[in-house]
Nanobody
Framework: VQLQAFGGGLVEAGGSLRLSCAAS??????MGWFRQAPGKEHEFVAS???????DFADSVKGRFDISRDNAKNTMYLQMNSLKPEDTAVYYC????????????????WGQGTQVTVSS
């Protein structure tokens, strides 16, 4: 199983970015995004089940949206109204269990993509 995440970059506060995560080598019920800022713990950002049920961290509700294209085995994270505190390395994770994704323990992880929001 391989996960390839891309789409990070540098953006000004209030701007938008769209992250993508392409999975190969399997199909997964649960897919999700996580992030880790310097000096902080790894945290859950959002998850989506095969049927499209979504869940978000309180810190991103109303600003971020998660979606997936099952035919392409790809997940997306649309990030709007970005804040400097959203600066982090963003990781995608997948698992056969959406519960494990929501718990922050997906079996497979992608490499991170850096998101930097300037004030």
């Amino acid at each position: 199983v391989q996960l390839q995440a891309f789409g990070g970059g540098l953006v000004e506060a209030g701007g938008s970015l769209r992250l993508s995560c392409a999975a190969s080598g399997g199909t997964f019920s649960g897919m999700g995004w996580f992030r880790q800022a310097p000096g902080k713990e790894h945290e859950f950002v959002a998850s989506i089940s095969w049927s499209g049920l979504v869940d978000f961290a309180d810190s991103v509700k109303g600003r971020f949206d998660i979606s997936r294209d099952n035919a392409k085995n790809t997940m997306y994270l649309q990030m709007n109204s970005l804040k400097p505190e959203d600066t982090a390395v963003y990781y995608c994770g997948v698992d056969g269990s959406i519960a494990k994704v929501r718990a922050g323990t997906p079996r497979y992880w992608g490499q991170g993509t850096q998101v930097t929001v300037s004030s």
